[in-house]
């Protein structure tokens, strides 16, 4: 078997992309609401363990999840989150390649570790919210979102950020944990994989 | 009835538009109107991109909808919103601002799937040498989205009539029981899927050809410049502001 991604590698990542990105979407909705604006950091890892850790029993090659994280990146993008996420999103995917190559690919415990490295890729959509905190703010407000800018900026002091990535991490951890649980209750005795 | 993203039969009229000029639009719109910073002219201005695009493939329909969705809530956004207090002035705002912010991305990106072949969309991204480890997950992507919806849909009625749902008391048990069958699903038509595209020569050595006739032609040239115009705006508003 070889290295180089084949076609069928490439069907995978397209299929764990759209499974993840939908979820993702649900989750993201929550968002119009200003206190779950920070909440989001942490519940799209949460729930998006579990296609995530399906998906990572399926990567044996490397480069399959940095495609994946370029591709999350560009949906963001289009979906209105900033173009920070791209960038964010294939860091965090190549670090995490790099975790699943070091391990070979096999290890439960270290996918899950995996997971939580490859979830701080959500803190990408705050990053305009922390850095440019002015000109975002100026922006809501032009757009007459006034209430909606004050209640967001008192959800997103400047400390949020480090507090964000730890979340992010802990609830990428913890998503991963529930995946896997859910992966050998169902999956693996259905023989899926 | 089954919905698809990216066409998979040609079925479009009027004038045609190279699928990288499609592209171009849909990033350039996305960038100064989610991107962040949108002056309030600059915004309203290529909100008109997506209802010429639907008048040039003759989408009468679709034109109509997005026209009227479009000023009804601007209207409503000058009219009404200052005047409403309290919450429901909130509400107002979320229900009129959604569709006010996100109208133009979403009628533009309809207008892409849905007078864009899986083939043109590959020709194009090609033609703009994309590599093909990122064209082809893509092309799957894009394909699989209602695939992924549908499931969820049929899953959700399914798991309704046994009760499992947010107010039955089993609130818990709804992201396993809703997930898992929909993974499996996807996954096995995502095995289905791999092996069609394997019969149709997806995994072979050599490189792939493609019957699509694409090109730039003068419309495309136009609303290239345009594109430019607006991202070079855009920039001079990012350095002065």
């Known amino acids: ?193 | 009835m089954t919905s698809e993203l990216l066409a998979s039969k040609k079925n479009n009229t009027g004038i045609q538009f190279d699928p990288r000029t499609k592209m171009a639009v849909l990033f350039t719109l996305v960038i100064i109107i989610l991107g962040g910073s949108f002056q309030t002219t600059l915004y309203y201005t290529p909100a008109l991109l997506p209802l010429l695009f639907f008048l040039f493939s003759k989408m009468w329909k679709s034109a109509a909808i997005y026209a009227v969705t479009f000023l009804a809530c601007l209207c409503l956004q000058f009219f009404a919103v200052p005047y409403v207090p309290g919450i429901p002035g909130y509400l107002l705002m979320i229900i009129v601002l959604l569709p006010l912010y996100f109208s133009p991305s979403i009628a533009i990106a309809y207008y892409f799937v849905a007078t864009t072949t899986v083939s043109e969309f590959i020709a194009g991204m090609e033609r703009l040498h994309i590599p093909r480890q990122i064209t082809i997950p893509m092309a799957v992507m894009f394909r699989f989205f209602p695939t992924v919806m549908e499931e969820w849909k049929a899953i959700g009625d399914a798991m309704k009539m046994r009760g499992i749902r947010l107010r039955g008391g089993k609130a818990g048990a709804i992201l396993e029981y809703r997930f898992v069958p929909m993974l499996m699903c996807c996954v096995k038509i995502g095995e289905e899927l791999s092996a069609a595209s394997l019969t149709r020569g997806l995994g072979g050595p050599v490189k792939r050809t493609n019957i699509c006739k694409i090109g730039l032609h003068i419309q495309d040239i136009l609303f290239l410049l345009i594109c430019l115009a607006g991202l070079v705006f855009q920039i001079i508003l990012w350095i002065i502001g």
């Open chain 1, 1 to 193: 078997m070889s290295n180089r991604l084949q076609g069928k590698d490439f069907i995978s990542i397209g299929i764990y992309t759209a499974i993840y990105f939908v979820v993702n979407f649900i989750v993201s909705l929550l968002g119009f609401i200003p206190i779950f604006i920070p909440l989001t950091a942490v519940l799209v890892p949460l729930i998006g363990g579990i296609p995530m850790m399906l998906y990572f029993t399926k990567i044996k090659k490397f480069g399959m999840l940095t495609i994946t994280g370029l591709l999350i990146g560009v949906l963001m993008l289009l979906t209105g989150m900033g173009y920070w996420c791209i960038i964010t999103c294939v860091v965090f995917a190549l670090i995490t390649e790099f975790i699943l190559k070091g391990s070979g690919y096999k290890s439960a415990k270290m996918e899950i570790l995996a997971h939580g490295v490859f979830s701080i890729w959500t803190i990408g959509a705050f990053i305009p919210i922390i850095f440019f905190r002015d000109s975002y703010y100026a922006n809501l407000v032009e757009l007459g979102r006034a209430d909606y800018a004050d209640a967001l900026m008192s959800f997103m002091p400047d400390w949020i950020l480090p507090i964000l990535i730890v979340g992010a991490f802990v609830a990428g951890i913890v998503g991963g944990i529930i995946g896997r649980k859910i992966f050998k209750k169902h999956f693996e005795r259905a023989e899926i994989m």
